[in-house]
């Protein structure tokens, strides 16, 4: 539940930059990318979706270009809560793969760091 609640608060941060951000506007300008944050059960996630400059989410987790695939859902609301640094942590100690584009996942990095400082 929390996890979900956490990639909501996301979605909506990322929907209201999309809409009032002119650098955030610009960041998404040209890239396009469906990110999956989801459990490894495939019980709990959600997609985030970049296309056209625009922002939408859903809760379609099999498609997607690039993924984050976390070992449950307690350990990715932990990792994520604290950050780059939690799930850098995470990806250390193999709580969290990776699948797709790394490119992908990379640049979706940047697009959470940038709305959520």
Do not use: P
């Amino acid at each position: 539940m929390r996890l979900l609640l956490l990639l909501t608060i996301l979605a909506s941060k990322f929907k209201k930059s999309a809409k009032t951000d002119a650098n955030f506007k610009k960041f998404l300008m040209g890239h396009e990318c469906r990110i999956v944050v989801k459990t490894k059960d495939n019980k709990k996630g959600k997609r985030f979706i970049f296309k056209d400059g625009n922002f939408s989410s859903d809760s379609m987790l099999d498609e997607y270009d690039a993924a984050m695939v976390w070992a449950d859902a307690k350990i990715a609301f932990k990792a994520m809560k604290k950050g780059e640094e939690g799930i850098m942590d995470a990806l250390k100690n193999h709580l969290v793969g990776i699948e797709g584009e790394i490119h992908s996942f990379t640049w979706f990095g940047a697009a959470m760091k940038f709305v959520t400082q």
